[in-house]
Structure formats: C-alpha cells, structure tokens
C-alpha cells in the first residue's frame, strides 16, 4: 500500500498540555512517527513524501487568519487572508 | 501560549492582540501552540492532499501519516492535539475532482471539528463512533441527537458508544455506519483512522483488540470504495511500540 508522509511534520514538539488544572506530558509525541512510520512499513506499506500545493486546497476547511499568531514563517505558496 | 479569555460564540469580533486571538481560536488547553506548529500541521494536511490525489488517480487504499492529527480542528479552532482537519482537507480535495465522499472517524473520540466543518452540508456524509462524550471528551459534540442542521440534516450520523465497548459491539456499530454510508450514495471513503480504542491505549475509553482491528480493517475492504486512511489519535503503549 502506498503511504504518504513528509518530513516537516517531525518539526513540532509541544512538551506538556493542561488538563484538569495539571500540566502533564504531551502525549501527542515525536516518538508516535517512529512507531506508526515503523508499523506501516512492516504492514508493507511504502512512504512518499506530498507536494506543495499552497494553502488551496486547505482553504475551505479554514475560515480564518489562524496562522497570524501560529507561524514564524510561511512556507511558499502560502497565503491565508480571512474570508 | 495558553489563553485565559475565550468568546463564547463565533460572531464574537476579532481582537488584535496574539494572546486573545489565540483564546478565539483554541478550544481547550489540549492544543499547545509551538514555534513549529504551522509548518508541521501544513505538511500533514498536503500528506492527506497528495493521498487524496492518488485515491481519485486509481489508488484502492492509501495509508496518510498525518501529524499533527485533524479531526478536532473546526474551521477556526483548534483544540485536542489538531490544528487543521486532515480529513476534512482530503474530502474538499475528492469533492473538487467529482467524488462523493463520506468521512468516517473511528477514533476514540468525536470527530467534532469535522462534524462542525460539513454540519450544514449534503455533499460531505460525515459519521463517528466514539465514545459516549456525556463524560468525556469532547463533551459538547458526538451525541446521538446531532444529526445536521440545513441542507446538512441526516448527513451526520454518530454513534456513541459506552465506555469498555469491545469488539464485538464495536463490529455491530461499523455495520450501522456503512449502511448508512451506502445508503447515501458515497464513492470513495475517507477513515478518520484513530488507533486508541485499542484495549491498551493509555487514554482507556473502549476495548477494541488486536484481533479486533484486525477484523474492523477486514470489514472497511470488504465494504469495498476506495478508500483513504488517515492517521489521528492512537497513543504509545507497550503494544503500539
């Protein structure tokens, strides 16, 4: 089967979350790639890496500028605006 | 940053400042805004395009390694982990090339950004087996009665389960969503693929097996429409690795 993964996604990695007033370990780990990556290949499946289409074809599942506080930079192609 | 004002509604205006921009946008504190969070979540969003794009080019079954996951990011709020609907993302990219598609989420919990995404909409079926969210996350979203509003109502079907649901109920329940799916005409399904209700996942809210898994993966290719398999939650435990 094919798989697609691209390796930029390795770049974020949030150490803690809050829940019931406690902070506690993100569980949303790095170490998730390794295992699922690892799994999916040992299930036979091949990884490719996406191209870059923009923010296109994301844009009708956003509805505002959610990148202003989140992005030190966006990559090419971007270009949010609120509709 | 963790927000400490939020608006109660999305007509609410827009501030300028980052810290109360981020409340409007975030809707718990289970989504942690990084320095690289936008890179990473726009590069797993393109991850379900490209595999969407393959699905439509004659693929029958593609496995998408999103990270960060989607299915809790609504249009313009991010919340469990999820910054931009995967999913969601990938059933715009099959509309667009003339499919009819469905998302089904088997995650733990709700798929309530999806759901709020395509909640007045026909042309996207979205269905979620979850747990029951009365007591759980995501609270406000997942239960029985919210069925669509609009030209959306009947075209979101979800079907909480309660908590410690093993395989054999959970079997049951995936028969009610494909009939529901065919029934609705749908031509190429994309799964929500969340791997904790796994009986050992740390989060402990269903008791799905391996076997089990195995037997849900048998019914998803026997049900037989291409179909697009889309990382969300599924958290590490001795058995996952």
Not at chain 1, 27 to 56: K, N, T, W, Y
Not at chain 2, 140 to 168: C, F, I, M, S, V
Not at chain 2, 200 to 215: E, S, Y
Request: charged share 20%; net charge negative.
């Amino acid at each position: 089967m094919k798989a697609i993964f691209d390796d930029r996604q390795w770049k974020h990695d949030p150490k803690h979350f809050m829940a019931n007033g406690t902070v506690y370990p993100n569980p949303e780990q790095l170490q998730r790639i390794e295992v699922l990556h690892s799994g999916a290949e040992a299930a036979g499946c091949s990884f490719q890496a996406p191209a870059d289409h923009g923010m296109g074809p994301s844009r009708p599942c956003i509805r505002r500028n959610i990148s202003s506080f989140w992005k030190p930079s966006i990559p090419t192609g971007a270009g949010l605006r609120m509709r | 940053m963790i927000p400490n004002v939020h608006s109660d509604r999305r007509t609410a205006s827009y501030p300028r400042s980052a810290i109360d921009q981020a409340g409007f946008h975030q809707a718990d504190t289970a989504c942690p805004i990084a320095a690289h969070i936008f890179e990473s979540a726009y590069w797993s969003a393109h991850s379900a395009v490209k595999g969407a794009d393959l699905l439509h080019a004659g693929e029958q079954a593609l496995y998408v390694l999103s990270r960060s996951p989607g299915h809790h990011a609504f249009a313009d709020l991010a919340g469990g982990f999820c910054f931009f609907n995967n999913t969601g993302i990938a059933a715009e990219r099959l509309l667009a090339a003339g499919h009819r598609p469905a998302i089904l989420d088997v995650d733990l919990h709700h798929g309530n950004g999806t759901q709020g995404i395509f909640y007045e909409r026909s042309d996207v079926l979205t269905v979620s087996i979850h747990v029951d969210p009365i007591r759980f996350y995501p609270f406000y979203w997942g239960h029985a009665q919210e069925r669509g509003e609009g030209a959306g109502l009947g075209y979101n079907l979800n079907l909480p389960l309660p908590r410690g649901t093993g395989d054999d109920d959970y079997l049951k329940t995936i028969k009610t969503a494909f009939a529901h799916i065919r029934a609705l005409g749908t031509d190429v399904l994309v799964i929500a693929l969340g791997l904790d209700p796994f009986e050992k996942d740390p989060l402990k809210g269903l008791a799905v097996t391996t076997p089990g898994f195995a037997r849900i993966g048998e019914a998803i290719a026997k049900f037989g429409l291409p179909t697009l398999l889309v990382q969300e939650g599924g958290y590490l435990s001795e058995e996952l690795g």
